[in-house]
């Protein structure tokens, strides 16, 4: 459940962050007077750059994360073949520490060693299990997909509006939407879903009101 929590969580804020940079994109690029094909041009162009840039900074960071717990395991391997009992010890004293009596610590620590010493290691003294097994491809397409998801919205709608309202109606959709998603994060994260609303969309307008200002002040179009 926890598992399946933090994926609806991760989705929601890649969604968020395709719809505030693309919205973004466009309106500002609407606001430097630019025509119909150059903002869909430009979202688009944003949507794919955004989605692969979200893929590889996704890809290389768990890659990292994994790299890491794959050395932490290496190193628990060999300290569990040269040094089995003080091992059990260190277990032992890690649920000690949780709040279990010396006797039923040794048990706990005693019984899960004998059945894979080193998973229990893994688990209950570096926090890495399966529940949380790092998947860097898998990472990298949810956040690329998701980013993509959340950047559709401002392409579909730039593209049926007219083209001098097109910052504006990309923007209030963009509000909208952002509302609706920082209502599932919250919910997802168990915070109230009013507060995270209000939270998403009063960045996200900061973000749409500070690209909007560039394009009007640097735009060659009248």
């Excluded at 994109?25 to 430009?42: E, K, P, W, Y």
């Excluded at 290496?74 to 649920?95: N, Q």
């Amino acid at each position: 459940m926890v598992h399946r929590i933090g994926w609806l969580r991760a989705a929601v804020l890649g969604a968020n962050d395709g719809l505030v940079s693309t919205s973004s994109l466009v309106v500002g690029v609407a606001s430097a007077g630019s025509d119909h094909q150059a903002i869909l041009i430009a979202g688009l162009a944003g949507l794919v750059a955004g989605a692969m840039s979200m893929a590889a900074g996704e890809y290389v960071s768990v890659s990292s994360q994994s790299d890491a717990e794959q050395a932490d395991l290496a190193r628990e391997r060999t300290e569990l073949g040269s040094d089995p009992a003080g091992e059990l010890d260190e277990l032992t004293g890690i649920y000690q520490a949780r709040g279990l009596d010396y006797a039923l610590a040794r048990q706990v620590a005693e019984q899960l060693t004998a059945k894979d010493a080193l998973a229990a290691h893994a688990r209950d003294e570096l926090g890495i299990s399966e529940t949380i097994e790092t998947r860097p491809v898998q990472a990298a397409l949810v956040s690329a997909l998701t980013f993509a998801a959340g950047a559709v919205l401002p392409i579909l709608v730039a593209l049926f509006a007219p083209t001098g309202q097109v910052g504006w109606i990309v923007a209030g959709s963009t509000l909208v939407g952002l509302a609706v998603l920082g209502s599932l994060g919250a919910s997802a994260g168990g915070a109230g879903l009013v507060r995270g609303a209000i939270r998403v969309t009063f960045w996200g307008a900061i973000a749409m009101a500070a690209t909007a200002s560039i394009g009007a002040i640097f735009g060659v179009a009248a």
